[in-house]
């Protein structure tokens, strides 16, 4: 246009055209046509140029003139012969192209005025077949008029279609459902709405039939070949393409399957509601949007899917997927753990969707089939496992129930192979933080999560010697700290303990949150005692109250603790004996955790002081011993722990400073009561009876003084006192040393040969008087006492 003749040419002919346009138009509009047929594409510009000036008149007569001229050369009905045998089509094609920028709204307008004339009765049956031709020849265009017209096509609309092609042959009919199927593969606007439009139309008749006009089943069968014809086409352009993997991006755009690649969550959705054989054809679509949007198009299906997924029936979908993609796409399992963990951790799932799907991956990795290596729970359960890590944390979670669920994926998964030590001792603290959790909802859930918790401490321990050493150690300090304690029957102890989720609706505590991350706050290095009052701001820290709990709950709780407390001990040990005994190098470990836990300065000082001092040494830890008394009185766990410290022999050697210090006060107290007989101190006798029991079962006294306990009910304090002198002196005498077990083969036990170290007849001297004093009471035992 910036040449002036031309110009000049251009103004001449749009007033001719102006002045000719209203008596003849389809002549004026044939010589355009004709003209841009004989110079196409050079002179089509100036047909839309002109017709720029006249948009109604020129798109309007130049679709009526493409339409007579389709006519004449394809029978009205012969569809797919393209612009060779339709002259005049390519140039409306680029005439229309031209004007769509500018017009396109027109163009629009009047596409789908001819569809909808086109189907009156009486019209020339070859408008449809034009315009499908048009659409497929101009691409722009069918984005232009396609999201209208699929909103356009209701029942009457989709009768009258059924009506106009059903009488026409066989092979018109698939020459025709070709032609829409290659259609739909190039569309891109409303993809998602045409696809829910083809499902919804090829859906079988429902028995409540809605109201409004019912569809010809001939329509409903229509649509279903075309939805097959479809999910056909898609595979083909789809899998002629080279090889894909997780490596490779799509070498070839397909429109429909691009415009589907953002709309993964909805199909997923849809597939979900297992309607009939809609879900079918959706899951057949997934696998090709999977393989065609590689590689994040599969992971990203697989998630929704197992996300979404409500019961067995809906995860199935997810199995089959796989096992539809395993082939082509080998990294699937690990790409789609991968995903998952992300998604888990950006925060992009609310509460109950991230229960429901860790879930489902726990129920797809418990399902793994040794005989089946290329099953999705086989492969996606390893997989998850390398990412423990980040999932160990969301046993940390504030839902009870997305901690649970967590819970129980990580007891599904097989134990991590390669995983740094400190990764596994975050993981570690985090069970047993969960654990203690579990432990307070055990009346509410019916102990599922316990079973759940206990399960994974065991995995978790069995991993590696130090994991199981941690575990030990993190669960007897959890055990005995804090608002745990009362969870056994104790009370809490030291300054300002959290209480490791008992508050609901408190403020957050800063050191249970820092026990999140660490062990325990650790004073064994200098003043181990530290003297509370309360917090400024908030007054005088409230005294502590009687226990919440019952007798009742507390055993039960005390028999969890000790039964994963023994699953772990197991599960630390490589070879470990038979039952009941437990490793001694687990026991050690429990052994240390307790003196660390109960008297912090002893446990630092060398060796434990595994020697016993002359019982006149003793006034020198008065003050440690009365400390060590008052925790075992304060917190009852203490007992229990000291029978599983000596179930592994010899391991309670290491328990020596507790048990001196607590002999020591029994002692002294015994020393001072005044009382007739024992019972007045029912705490002390049941203590004084455990104790030694305890140590005959660690084998630190020989079978007749560690039966003594027997006895204590039925004497006097002073008795009592006596006796306890006796076992004190063999222990003085004999220090509980390890050295003095040797190691059984053929038992696989560590065992101490009594008869080796002497007779023990001068430590049963105080016994024999008090059997002689209270033979009237006692006489029929005498014989269990024999030296």
Known sequence: MSCEATRTLMDIYAQCLAALIASCPDACVDALLDTSVQHSPHFDWVVAHIGGSFPGTIISRVLSCGLKDFCAHGDAVVVGGGDKRVPKLASVVGILGHLASRHGASIKQELLRM??????????KGTVPFLLQLALMSPPLLGTVAAELVESLKPSVLNQLHQRFSPLPRDELDSTVALLVRLICQTSAGAFRTLQFLLDTAMPAS????????????????CDRLVALLLLQLQKLVHNRSAPSL????????????????RVA????????LERKRYLWQHQLLGLLAVYAAPHGAPEAMFHLLALAKGQDELALATQLHAVLSASLADLPAATAALCVRQIHAGALPAPQ???????????????????????????????ASHLPELAQLLLHPVPDTAEAAALLLCSLPAPRCLRPAQLHAGLRAAVHHFFLALRRAGTDGGAGLCHATRLLEKLSAVTPSAGKAALQLLVEGALRGGNAELFGGTATGANDGDDGSKDGAATSLLDTNRRFTAAVDFSAGVWSVFHAGVIGHGLKAPSGPPTRGQEEVNRNTHAFLNVLLRCCRAAEPAPPPLPSIGPEAAKTVASALVDSVCPAAAAAAGGELCWPPEEQARSTVERDLGILRRFRQQPLLFPLLRVVAMGRPALCYCSVLLRGLLATLMAHWDACRHGDTTSSPWHLQASCALVACMAEGSLLPPVLGEVQELFPRLAPFEVRLLLLSVWEYLREHSPLPQRFSFQPHRGLFQRDFAREGDPGKYLVALHSVLHRNVDRLGLLAGRFRS
Do not use: K
């Not at 909805?266 to 509601?273: G, I, K, N, V, Y």
């Open 115 to 124: 569809f909808h004339e086109g189907l009156a009765p009486g019209q020339h």
């Open 207 to 222: 028995v409540i039939t809605p109201p409004g006009l019912a569809l010809h089943d001939g329509v409903r069968e229509a």
């Open 247 to 262: 490596a490779d991006g799509p070498q070839r755009c397909v429109p429909f399957l691009e415009a589907l690649r953002g």
């Open 266 to 273: 909805e199909l997923c959705a849809e597939t979900l509601r």
């Open 354 to 384: 991230l229960t429901q799907l860790l879930h489902n991956l726990a129920l797809v990795a418990a399902n793994e089939d040794a005989n089946e290596p290329a099953s999705l729970g086989t492969q996606l359960a390893p997989a998850l």
